[in-house]
């Protein structure tokens, strides 16, 4: 099973940036997407942005789009750049992908390893 592991979040004001990292710690399974999604209190989690196996798909949500950019380097290590910031994107995110599968989906039932998540929080 492939472990992921987030880093990056933090407490910042509106308009700020951050960047999230995710690493995945399987080697045996290069081509799989890596898919990012959040869950704020009380709320269920929602997909935020994916990117295939090679980087060439890429998605975001609509209530990312613009603001948010996702990419990849080398084979198991993405990220989550997040720019201009609203205090309605505060959150616990938490990257995820399928070990049997090159490309993503938005929905949770289509990825099969998840990370522990990492808070972000953003003030007004």
Known sequence: Q??????GGGLVQAGASLRLSCVVSERTYTWY??????????????WVAA???????????????GRFSISRSGT??????????????????Y??????????????SDYTDWGQGTQVTVSS
């Open 51 to 65: 990117v295939d196996w090679n980087g060439g798909h890429i998605g975001y949500a609509d209530s990312v789009r």
């Open 2 to 7: 492939a472990q992921l592991v987030e880093s």
């Open 95 to 108: 990257c995820a992908t399928h070990r049997e599968r090159s490309d993503w989906g938005t929905e949770v």
């Open 33 to 46: 997407p890596v898919g990012w999604f959040r869950q704020a209190p009380g709320k269920e989690r929602e």
């Open 76 to 93: 198991n290590t993405a990220y989550l750049y997040m720019n201009n910031l609203r205090p309605e994107d505060t959150a616990i995110y």
